[in-house]
Nanobody, 123 residues
Framework: QVQLVESGGGLVQAGDSLRLSCVAS????????MAWFRQAPGKEREFVSA????????YYADSGKGRFTISRDNAKNMVYMQMNSLKPEDTAVYHC????????????????WGQGTQVNVSS
């Protein structure tokens, strides 16, 4: 497993951008699928985006397609998510996750989670 720490959240207005970062410590970072999930108040945690080991393939929930971009730097043990054109419905705690990648959309497939970073988008 790896230890994950997120940063980059904050309070922004609708239409603004944020870049979330996640740093991993531990073994074999480059062997894992990395993903972002989010959880809004009163709602279940939901998949946002994922990126495979090499970074050449990415996955997005419909809610973020065209607005969010996930990337990774295996040399720095970092994963990022650029979020543009933010909407109030993007307000949530965003969690970074690492896993083997059998089902990138399923949170049960991820064995390591960060504590999360809060994103608040005002209208």
């Amino acid at each position: 497993q790896v230890q994950l720490v997120e940063s980059g959240g904050g309070l922004v207005q609708a239409g603004d951008s944020l870049r979330l970062s996640c740093v991993a410590s531990g073994r074999a970072f480059s062997n894992y699928i990395m993903a972002w999930f989010r959880q809004a108040p009163g709602k279940e945690r939901e998949f946002v985006s994922a990126i495979i080991f090499s970074g050449v393939r990415t996955y997005y929930a419909d809610s973020g397609k065209g607005r969010f971009t996930i990337s990774r730097d295996n040399a720095k043990n970092m994963v990022y998510m650029q979020m543009n054109s933010l909407k109030p419905e993007d307000t949530a705690v965003y969690h970074c996750a690492a896993g083997p990648g059998r089902n990138v959309y399923n949170e049960r497939d991820y064995h390591s989670w960060g504590q999360g970073t809060q994103v608040n988008v005002s209208s």
